[in-house]
DNA sequence: ATGGTTGAGGTTCAA
């Protein structure tokens, strides 16, 4: 069967619901992950994405900051929402649901930003942030037997060179210092992780999924940076057709600073 | 070197 998954960082489902509702319609994911969702869990809106085909949703939101839901057509089981750095964020959340033959692990990360100064010392938000990486490193696509594994989110992390507008500029910008690109090359590593968008697009080719609210025309300055990922357990890799990253999405109305990223399988 | 924009939910913080 095809089976596709989209990731977007949505920065507030609730105002943003519009554009998701278009984006359901015209690329029917079998399943969507948001982050930055920012909206109680009793103030999530089920009805409309249900009305549109999505019956399974599970969320993991709070007020006012971070959030993350998983939203599908397919029965979603096995829900495990951890909290990373155990400081109360809604930033994790994991399903299990089945496509074709394969039994999937789904992980959706919403990765703490880190503030602007890259120095612990000084920058408590910067230590989170690598606090949370160092964690993330006990995730592993193989940890359940007979159980395939995909992980994707909003990293807010771009390890690769190619993976910003400009290496050599961002080094010291949180996002691409060597100590997050590093972690997260560790963290890929350890847990055995495919990195679809590249194994699709592999560098020096440059792709991004963000682009600042601040830039006077994002599109024609174009200084993006590919915070968004897909990940799979390797097994998932050889079942790969297409990733698409809706770069058009960050020139609709009242769009999020993130675009979605969509992965095609044949399971 | 600095500022630029957006969102939530208040009169500022986080991104």
Redesign the pocket.
Known sequence: MQFKLATWNI??I??RMPIVLDFLASHQPDILCLQET?C?NDLFPFEPLCEAGYEHIEIHGQ???HGVATISKLPLSDVDRRDFCRVGDTRHMSTLFEAGSKKIRLHNFYV??G?DEPNRDVNP?FGHKLDFIEEMKEIHAEAEAGISSILVGDLNIAPLENDVWSHKQLLKIVSHTPIETDGLKEVMARGAWADLMREFTPEPEKIYTWWS??AKDWSAADKGRRLDHIWSSKDLSPHLRAIEILREARGWN?PSDHVPVIAQFDL
């Open positions: 920065n507030s609730r105002l920012k109680p007020k006012g900051y703490p930003a503030g938000k609210y601040r009242q």
